[in-house]
């Protein structure tokens, strides 16, 4: 079965200080993944997503960046965080390509930054 | 895509059936229904989805009405570890980008 494992899960960091979040994903090759990102007392923007190795679409325009080294990694980072970017950021995969499959979260990883 | 409208909260006894609503009057014939729910500090579990036939698995059933503009999701014996907030998102056949959380509808199981 598949598996999704996202860390830390919970993350404080200094304003300026910079960000690696990482993803993988076991018992499914070439998934389409995503980062989501969630406000308190919100629901989820989609932050980035990967069709493939190297294949990133952004949805927003931030100060943050992802990166798919791997078939089944997926890193979100920041040089230099802002308040702004805290919040709870969410991890997910489907099946690859053009699908009608859901997607599948990890526990996500609760980020403050000070 | 089109968009969602669900009640902002919903209170269900211990042991009866929850029914979640939610409307979603100018979904296109190639958009699926999907619903997933959210326990705090967790990520979103998906639970069911569906075309156009109503749906069954281990978790709930999915009723969508005959002109497609609504559907609800059933719990059929709801417990307290049920409360949660439910989505309820439409998407075209995609790479999953338009999956579109709105606020949901926050269900509270009371004993």
């Known amino acids: 079965s598949q598996t999704i494992h996202q860390w830390p899960a919970t993350l404080v960091q200094p304003v300026g200080s910079p960000l690696s979040l990482e993803c993988t994903v076991e018992g499914t090759s070439n998934p389409n993944l995503y980062w989501y990102r969630q406000a308190a007392g919100r629901g989820l923007q989609l932050l980035f997503y990967?069709?493939?190795?190297?294949?990133i679409s952004s949805e927003v325009p931030q100060n943050l960046s992802a990166s798919r080294p791997q078939d089944r990694q997926f890193i979100l980072s920041s040089k230099k965080l802002l308040l702004s970017d805290s919040g709870f950021y969410l991890c997910a995969w489907s099946g690859g390509g053009l699908s009608n499959q859901p997607q599948h979260f990890g526990d996500g990883t609760r980020l403050s930054i000070l | 895509d089109a968009k969602t409208t669900q009640p902002p909260s919903m209170d269900c006894a211990e042991g009866r059936a929850a029914n979640l609503p939610c409307n979603h009057s100018t979904i296109s014939g190639n958009e699926y229904v999907y619903w997933y729910r959210q326990i705090h500090s967790q990520g979103p579990q998906y639970i069911i989805h569906g075309l156009k036939n109503n749906e069954t698995n281990e978790m709930a059933s999915l009723i969508i009405t005959e002109d497609r503009k609504s559907s609800t999701l059933i719990l059929p014996h709801a417990t307290l570890r049920d409360t949660a907030v439910y989505y309820c998102?439409?998407?075209?056949?995609?790479?999953?980008?338009?999956?579109?959380f709105g606020p949901g509808t926050r269900l509270s199981v009371l004993p």
């Open positions: 998102i439409v998407r075209v056949l995609d790479y999953g980008q338009n999956f579109v």
């Open positions: 990967s069709v493939g190795i190297g294949q």
